[in-house]
């Protein structure tokens, strides 16, 4: 089991740090410190660990990145900005009116808005996540359409051409997004390309597209793009969002609702 220091796990921090150097190309180990909150000699052995993992290149007082990723668990993410996650949920929420038919991504923050539309009635959600479809199974009357496919281990999610092939025969009235990374001119990522395809064919059978991502994601960017920013309808962040972000995404047309 990986060592816990300040509350949060090692390899959690290590993967944490190592989007952080995927996005600002190199990061000092002050100012990893001051992020982490942990000591310079914690902040050197991550680095050399990655090192020794090829997920990085030591320097003189820092590292580069080599462009390589480290990709949390569904498990492993749950706890992180929980806080967030449960917030941006509430704020969606008031997207979804009985009747309609809904697309709920894969993910942390999307499984806390499944939370919620169980309390919402006259509702069919199409998932690809086997947690949001049993949560929804055992706890909500609403009818749950769930994408059969190759399951992705320790992401508790299906992928796969058996996906892609039933969403063909299916359209959204709107769809709840998730993503890993979000950048003005990358757009959005994540580290999979079978879970991107996923994304992209959803998306595009959507009328409405509205990205559920706290800003720990911003001006981070993944292996696999599967949609640009103008792209969605709204986006719902959290207050730590920066504003210069904020800026150029309305100015792609996009409506943003702070949580």
């Not at 992020?35 to 990655?50: K, M």
């Not at 993992?53 to 993410?77: D, F």
């Amino acid at each position: 089991m990986a060592k816990q220091q300040n509350g949060i796990l090692a390899e959690i921090r290590r993967r944490e740090m190592l989007e952080i150097l995927n996005a600002q190309g190199h990061a000092t180990v002050t100012e990893l410190c001051g992020h982490f909150q942990v000591s310079p000699a914690t902040i050197r052995n991550d680095l050399n660990e990655l090192e020794a993992m090829k997920y990085l290149k030591r320097t003189h007082g820092g590292a580069l990145s080599l462009g390589t990723s480290l990709e949390l668990t569904s498990s492993e993410k749950v706890e992180l900005h929980i806080q967030e996650k449960q917030a941006i949920a509430k704020m969606a929420l008031p997207f979804i009116r009985q009747g309609q038919v809904i697309a709920i991504d894969t993910g942390t923050t999307t499984f806390e808005l499944a939370r919620l539309v169980s309390g919402v009635k006259g509702v069919t959600v199409i998932t690809n996540d086997l947690k949001i479809a049993l949560f929804l199974e055992e706890n909500s009357q609403n009818s749950v359409i769930f994408l059969g496919g190759t399951v992705r281990k320790k992401f508790h999610c299906t992928v796969g051409r058996s996906v892609l092939d039933q969403m063909d025969q299916l359209f959204v009235d709107t769809v709840f997004l998730a993503t890993n990374a979000m950048d003005i001119e990358r757009g959005l990522s994540t580290p999979s390309i079978d879970t991107a395809d996923v994304k992209r064919k959803i998306l595009h059978n959507a009328r409405a597209r509205i990205l559920l991502a706290d800003s720990s994601k911003i001006a981070r960017e993944s292996l696999a793009r599967f949609a640009t920013i103008d792209e969605m309808d709204v986006l719902i962040t959290d207050a730590g969002a920066d504003a210069e972000f904020i800026r150029q995404v309305q100015a792609q047309n996009v409506r943003v609702i702070i949580a």
